[in-house]
Each structure stands twice: as structure tokens, then as C-alpha cells.
């Protein structure tokens, strides 16, 4: 049974960068099937494609935040990663990372953490 | 980009009615188009892909058709636990967007 799991902080101060990781259990990231992504949701809002990758390092960006978006894969912990830089109020959401088959339906996600940007 | 449409944003019905959920595309993405559902508290579940298969472990109840830019979720007799929120995904530019989803609440 596939499990992800995102870790970070909750909250996070403007213009910092919000880091969060995605560890994978249960299956491997290194699998040639899938792929890993991240979407995030606001409060009360609809879900919001933020990136992806693969587990050799290609990453596909949402064009809106590419010039402040990091996306990473770390092969040995079998985990992703993501680094969102110079954050304001509205990058506050629920963050879920998922995966994805290479047709791009996600299939499994991890449960969600809330980040708040506020000083 | 594509920009996919739903509707109605809210559909109040009673377990066991019939519901039809929408998902209009801006331009057609072929079958290239998934549903899911999603209850409070909880990340999304895929229902169905491609516009008309039901992923692992879903029940009957839930339908997909449609192709082009005009798709359509139905679920045949409402359930205690289908009252959740409903998102169309599209694919036809991987790995796609979101529509703003359908509220199905109850009556």
C-alpha cells in the first residue's frame, strides 16, 4: 500500500521560502510508471497543479509560479521535495503531494498540510 | 491553457437521487479527462479516467462519458458518503488543470 507523507513547517514568514519534502512508502519513486507531483489548495478553494517530477530529475513546472519554484527528487530516502521562494498571503493553501501515472491522472495522495504565510 | 468549466457549482439533492455533474472544456481535450471526488477534510480520490473508466475500487454507481470539450459524471443513486465536492482534471497539456468544482450537498 503506497503512502506519501508531506513534512514541514506550518507556517512560514512573507518573502521566505516555503520548504516541504514528500516521503514515499510502500512503493518506489524510482519506478519508470509514475510520476510525483505537488498541488496545493486555499482555504474554502479548488486544487492548483503546482509542478512534477520524475524520478531522473525532469520537472515540469506550473508557468505561474516557475520563477520561484524549486521541485527536487532525492532517489535514496525515496522522497520529493519542494521549495517555493518569496512567498506572500496567497501562496497559503493545503499542500498534497501526489502520485501520478505518466498519463497524468493522480492515483494516490499523500493527506495534506496546511501552510500559512503570516509574520 | 485550457480552462475547464463546471456546473452547476452547487447541486442539493436527496440519497438516492440521480446526479449529473458537468465539466465543459475551453477546447477539446479529447478523453483526456478525469473526475474526483473529494470530502472535507481529506485529499482528492481519482473516480474515474479518461473520461469514462472507473479507477480501482469504485463503485457502479459512478459514470463518466463524454469526449471533445463536453464531459459529464454521473452518480445513479446517491449514497450517505457521495455528498463531497466533485473535480474534472484534463491532461491534453500534461499534466493539465483543474475545474473549480461541483458541491453535491444534501436537499
Known amino acids: 500500500q503506497l503512502q506519501l507523507q508531506e513534512s514541514g513547517p506550518g507556517l512560514v514568514k512573507p518573502s521566505e521560502t516555503l520548504s516541504l519534502s514528500c516521503i514515499v512508502s510502500?512503493?518506489?519513486?524510482?519506478?519508470?510508471?509514475?510520476?510525483w507531483g505537488w498541488i496545493r489548495q486555499p482555504p474554502g478553494k479548488g486544487l492548483e497543479w503546482i509542478g512534477s517530477i520524475y524520478y531522473s530529475g525532469s520537472t515540469y513546472y506550473n508557468p505561474s509560479l516557475k520563477s520561484r519554484l524549486t521541485i527536487s527528487v532525492d532517489t535514496s530516502k525515496n522522497q520529493f521535495s519542494l521549495n517555493l521562494s518569496s512567498v506572500t498571503a496567497a501562496d497559503t493553501a493545503v499542500y498534497y503531494c501526489?502520485?501520478?501515472?505518466?498519463?497524468?491522472?493522480?492515483?494516490?495522495w499523500g493527506q495534506g498540510t496546511l501552510v500559512t504565510v503570516s509574520s | 491553457e485550457i480552462v475547464l468549466t463546471q456546473s452547476p457549482a452547487t447541486l442539493s439533492l436527496s440519497p438516492g437521487e440521480r446526479a449529473t455533474l458537468s465539466c465543459r472544456a475551453s477546447?477539446?481535450?479529447?478523453?483526456?479527462l478525469a473526475w474526483y471526488q473529494q470530502k472535507p477534510g481529506q485529499a482528492p480520490r481519482l473516480l474515474i479516467y479518461d473520461a469514462s473508466n472507473r479507477a480501482t475500487g469504485i463503485p457502479a454507481r459512478f459514470s463518466g462519458s463524454g469526449s471533445g470539450t463536453d464531459f459529464t459524471l454521473t452518480i445513479s443513486s446517491l449514497e450517505p458518503e457521495d455528498f463531497a465536492v466533485y473535480y474534472c482534471?484534463?491532461?491534453?497539456?500534461?499534466?493539465?488543470?483543474f475545474g473549480p468544482g461541483t458541491k453535491v450537498d444534501i436537499k
Open positions: 482534471q484534463q491532461r491534453s497539456n500534461w499534466p493539465g488543470t
Open positions: 477546447q477539446s481535450v479529447s478523453s483526456y
Open positions: 501526489a502520485r501520478l501515472y505518466s498519463s497524468g491522472w493522480y492515483s494516490d
Open positions: 510502500g512503493g518506489s519513486i524510482s519506478s519508470n510508471t509514475y510520476y
